[in-house]
């Protein structure tokens, strides 16, 4: 223990025992789950236990959605019809308070999933201002619609109304942003929803409870806990559910669609599976594209959706990228998220090593070798990344999202190759290309962002900068997410219309003039 920064140590469990659910912090006296570190706290590796959660069911998950069923009322409730200008205040009053939280949230993001100290503050750091973004941009979309409009006769109020209830359930690589990503945006546009922390990360968000339950009215937003198919299912089935918001695993994802009685009533807003691929074009330079592709295949161990998961490089190329590549790799310091200069960290799923192990055997049994000499090293909590050569259509690595540190290689010598396995691909989110000639990428680009949503010239995949758009074809994304279009995702254009004439145009000034409304305003919000 003398090791770890006195600041970093876990001292005390947290053992939560509350629950939000209808405005209060419930009392949980149920079972409970204990949560594990793979990062251990003694000389000799052992697991650390972190404290335990609830272990919830479906009589939870259905008081649950019917507290956030209760406070849509169809609509009617205090926080769909609520001014907007309120609704920002409760936001900004949640924001605040999440602010100091920060050193304890920073702490469980090392402790559950393993991410570097950097890392876990800027993910921190970032979801404060994207919730700040987020209510700026809704500020503007609120001034853009308090207007009337008049075509053919007839004046029009045209604003984003909310959808209903909300099902959100975030991943555990990025258990604060990404799945911020979908709570926000949901609850500003006056949604009602009912939240389940992933599986790791989990303690992350009790610090944030507190917060949640002094900003929102009650039944607002509901925090439950426990294993998907116990909490999450029952809840889908209730047919409440109008919105599923779920970054993770399609075939989660179908499961629970499955459940709703209604489906064609459930809007999706889906982050999924992806197997981003590098190009590496023979005119690329080496140097940037290997440290490029360092950064998108390893950056948290290559445990990100935007990873590099797959490299094409031109075979008149290969033989030097392949060297310096595999060297490194090697370079990569593993160690504990809080040691200084460290970029490989513990796996949070225990099991994850052995997986990686079963692509590694499965492609050197059929032609791959392991060419950097640390590859497929073994600890308790870890398997140093495997750099794969030369990898085909036969090997589990080209066809299974790894979503860990191993990194497949194909050589090409017709461009027409990696476009054609893109095609044929069950996914399309984003490529990452290098090169410099023009005539070349031309004509690629313009193929590329008809296959992908996303192309990064001379760059690694990435989700931000915030304000663009995060998407992908195929089972790789359903809706779109960014600041400006999540607010859009979680809404619905809905208006209120009357025939130019005195009658009418009389009830409108009179609305408008006495306040009575909080849909018929033009009130401006700075």
């Known amino acids: 223990m003398n090791t770890i920064p006195e600041e970093y140590q876990i001292k005390g469990l947290l053992n939560q025992d509350t629950y939000l659910l209808n405005g209060e912090l419930v009392q949980w006296e149920g079972q409970t789950a204990p949560v594990f570190s793979t990062i251990s706290s003694t000389e000799e590796y052992l697991p650390t236990i972190l404290g335990s959660v609830p272990a919830m069911g479906e009589t939870e998950g259905l008081a649950a959605v019917d507290a956030a069923d209760k406070a849509y009322n169809n609509g009617q409730g205090v926080w769909p019809t609520m001014k907007v200008k309120d609704r920002i205040k409760c936001m900004t009053r949640f924001v605040v308070q999440m602010e100091a939280t920060r050193d304890d949230v920073v702490k469980y993001l090392m402790w559950e999933i393993g991410k570097t100290l ?22 503007k979309l609120d001034r853009d619609n308090a207007k009337f409009t008049k075509s053919q006769g007839v004046n029009a109020m045209v604003r984003r109304g909310p959808l209903g209830v909300v099902l959100c359930l975030g991943p555990y690589n990025y ?67 109008t919105v599923l918001a779920l ?35 023979p005119d690329a330079d080496l140097d940037l594209a290997i440290q490029e592709c360092l950064a998108g295949t390893l950056s948290f161990n290559g445990q990100r959706c935007t ?23 090697d370079e990569l310091k593993f160690g504990n998220p809080w040691e200084k200069g460290v970029s490989l960290t513990p796996l949070p799923e225990k099991e994850k090593p052995a997986y990686i192990q079963e692509l590694i055997d499965d492609a050197t049994s059929k032609g791959a070798k392991v060419i950097n000499e640390k590859g497929g090293q073994h600890a308790p909590n870890y398997i140093f990344p495997a750099v794969l050569y030369p990898v085909n259509k036969e090997m589990r690595i080209y066809h299974e999202e790894q979503f860990g540190p191993v990194i497949p290689i194909l050589t ?3 461009i027409q190759e990696p476009l054609n396995d893109m095609a044929e691909s069950n996914y399309g989110q984003q490529v990452s290309l290098f090169g410099k000639d023009i005539k070349t990428l031309a004509p690629l680009i313009d193929t590329l962002v008809n296959l992908v949503c996303r192309v990064n010239l001379n760059s690694s995949c990435q989700r931000g900068p915030d304000i663009y758009p995060f998407t992908g074809r195929k089972d790789s994304a359903v809706g779109t997410l960014s600041i400006h279009d999540a607010l859009r995702s979680f809404s619905i254009r809905t208006f209120v219309a009357s025939k130019d004439n005195e009658y009418n145009n ?12 909080n849909f018929i305003t033009t009130d401006y919000i700075l």
């Open 175 to 241: 258990p604060l942003n990404e799945t911020f990503a979908l709570l926000i945006p949901a609850l500003i546009m006056g949604n009602t929803v009912v939240f389940k922390p992933a599986k790791h990360g989990i303690l992350v968000i009790s610090p944030l409870l507190e917060a949640f339950k002094n900003s929102f009215p009650a039944g607002v937003i509901n925090i439950v806990y426990g294993r998907g198919r116990e909490v999450a299912s029952p809840i889908m089935a209730s047919g409440k559910v």
């Open 118 to 139: 950097g890392d876990s503050q800027k993910e921190f750091d970032r979801t404060v201002e994207y919730i700040y973004d987020t209510i700026e941009d809704y500020k």
């Open 247 to 281: 970054i993770g695993n399609s075939k989660s994802a179908i499961a629970l669609q499955d459940q709703h009685p209604n489906k064609n009533r459930l809007r999706l807003i889906l982050g999924l599976e992806a197997k981003n691929p590098a190009i590496i074009l």
């Open 506 to 517: 009389e009830i409108l000034q009179a609305l408008l003039n006495s306040d009575e409304s």
């Open 307 to 329: 990873a590099l998961k797959v490299l094409y490089v031109h075979e008149n190329i290969a033989v030097e990228f392949n060297k310096r590549f595999a060297a490194k790799v």
């Open 412 to 414: 090409f010598d017709d």
